[in-house]
């Protein structure tokens, strides 16, 4: 089976299939395998049964020392462009393979979303994920004074990183009324000192060829905003940690239906309790499933994983049933309570058009 | 909701008091105890299984950590493997004037014992001066230092933390 993209999913994915005894061919456009967890730097929440405790970077590596290499090929610095059935056209070292398989799992994650306002396009505004790949990765800080507009994890997150990269991060502004990331992580960025302003956005950038200056004003319960509450701050840097959407392009190249949920970053592709798509052999799983956190990207991938071994006769119905039974109920833990109810509830009427469209497929 | 943890990112001593990790004030008051500052419900459960007493229960992934004060001997293994980095030690018997509050920090470069220092509370802001006492680093701890900072008693609700800030500071 060829598995498109080497983070947490896919690798969680390549474990569960290559210890079945399934031969996999782990594909990543990077150089590296980890996918988004080779720059999170910070300990992971989730279940001491699995990796909580240990820091993203970390866990990557863990994981890929956990792969069985002698059932699993790794393919890196490799694109996937072309898909016709189950046979996969990669681009490596500028030359083409034909790789034929008889499952495919698209790990490909999501990529970031970015809002408009005057002054966007100038230098200085920037993805926090990119941010993070800057300083975490190529060890590089993009400015000295910060602006992080979003309040979910990742906002906080980097914010966390960037402080401790040295920059002064000057504010993190949320337009919704309350802090869209875990409390513990706003806590820390507030103990070294970046104020939180909920209901704020961003009116204006302004600098002369890059970013010099943002100015930032409060919202009223209907998103208005409030009069002579503008504050300009001197920032050289803007960033944008306003959600992911699922990277979707290659499941729509194979041909698996797709819906829209706000809740899970845009359109993805339906899939049902196993995984599979509407696409018979072709899975998802991570990011490009709907966007939630890594603990539950390693999940997912573990059920492809599993469920494709299953359908190669890697591993008996039986015992298929109980590993999967086990993962589900992980899953439906990490989904639980305040933060993970809707994804819960998202993910579960994904399903179930997952599971009707089977059947009229049927 | 105005001074809530899901408005400011600082949790009040209202919330604090509520929730099953914080110590009794008697207790708080007495010899060294954890002091869990975990309100929200988050899956996550590290605590229960590093504390060597048994003094922290995570009933299931969801649930908040509940600190037993009585078995709680503030032995501060707990402090570095909070991935949230909320657990913070207090020593109210540490001497005559000074309480003993011990932090996680994962910034360079450290503090260096003995030295005098602004201690700063949940939203950095500088209450007082104090003494750094004990910088611990250990390979367990992963990168996460534990430092413990004697300040005047009366501080020991509002210390969480010292001066990191070496830029131009925040608005």
């Given amino acids: 089976m060829a598995i498109v993209g080497s983070g947490p999913a896919g690798l969680a994915a390549a474990l569960e299939a290559t210890n079945a005894g399934a031969k996999v061919l782990l594909i990543d456009e990077n150089a590296n395998v980890g996918g988004q967890l080779l720059k999170q730097t910070h300990k992971f929440f989730g279940s001491s049964k699995r990796y909580a405790g240990i820091r993203g970077i970390d866990i990557g590596n863990k994981m890929l020392q956990e792969l069985d290499k002698n059932h699993v090929e790794i393919s890196l610095t490799s694109i996937v462009f072309q898909i016709f059935g189950k046979e996969l056209l990669i681009l490596k070292n500028e030359k083409i393979q034909r790789v034929k398989t008889k499952k495919i799992i698209y790990s490909c994650g999501a990529s970031e979303k970015v809002i408009n306002f005057p002054g966007w396009t100038l230098p200085g505004v920037m993805g926090a994920g990119g941010a993070q790949t800057l300083v975490n990765v190529h060890r590089v800080s993009p400015g000295n004074r910060i602006l992080m507009i979003g309040s979910g994890n990742v906002g906080l997150v980097v914010s966390y990183q960037l402080i401790q990269a040295g920059a002064d991060v000057v504010a993190v502004i949320e337009a919704l009324p309350k802090i869209g990331g875990y409390g513990v992580h706003a806590s820390k960025i507030c103990r070294a000192g970046v104020p939180i302003l909920t209901s704020h956005k961003i009116k204006e950038a302004y600098g002369n060829g890059k970013v010099e200056a943002a100015t930032i004003v409060a919202l009223d319960k209907k998103w208005q905003p409030i009069l002579n509450t503008e504050r300009t701050l001197k920032v050289d840097v803007i960033c944008l940690a306003v959600g992911l959407k699922p990277k979707i392009e290659l499941p729509l190249m194979s041909g698996c239906k797709t819906v829209h949920s706000p809740t899970l970053g845009g359109r993805v592709p339906i899939h049902d309790e196993n995984m599979e798509t509407t696409e018979k052999g072709i899975y998802v799983a991570g990011d490009i499933a709907g966007v939630e956190e890594v603990d539950t990207a390693i999940e997912e991938g573990r059920l492809a994983g599993i469920a494709s071994a299953e359908k190669l006769g890697y591993i008996s119905e039986d015992k298929a049933k109980d590993l999967k039974i086990e993962v589900r109920k992980i899953l439906g833990d990490l989904r639980s309570g305040p933060f993970g109810e809707h994804r819960e509830r998202a993910k579960k009427q994904l399903i179930q058009i997952g599971k009707s469209s089977r059947q009229r497929l049927l | ?171």
């Fill in chain 2, 1 to 171: 909701m105005s001074k809530s943890l899901a408005k400011t990112g600082i949790p009040s001593i209202e919330e604090l008091e509520k929730s099953p990790g914080f110590p009794s004030k008697e207790r708080m008051m007495n010899r060294p105890v954890a002091v869990i500052e975990c309100i929200q419900k988050i899956p996550c459960d590290p605590c229960q299984l590093v504390c060597p007493f048994g003094a922290i229960k995570v009933n299931i992934l969801i649930a908040l950590p509940e600190l037993n004060e009585e078995i709680c001997t503030g032995c501060g293994s707990c402090i570095a493997y909070c991935p949230g980095l909320a657990i913070f030690v207090v020593d109210y018997t540490f001497s005559e004037d000074n309480v003993l509050i011990s932090f996680p920090y994962e910034y360079l470069p450290l503090p260096e014992v003995g030295s005098i220092v602004d201690a700063t509370d949940r939203m950095c802001k500088v209450i007082t001066k104090g003494k750094i006492v004990k910088v611990l680093e250990r390979k367990s701890f992963d990168h996460t230092a534990v430092i413990s900072i004697a300040v005047p008693k009366n501080f020991i609700y509002e210390v969480r933390g010292i001066t990191i800030s070496k830029g131009e500071g925040c608005i």
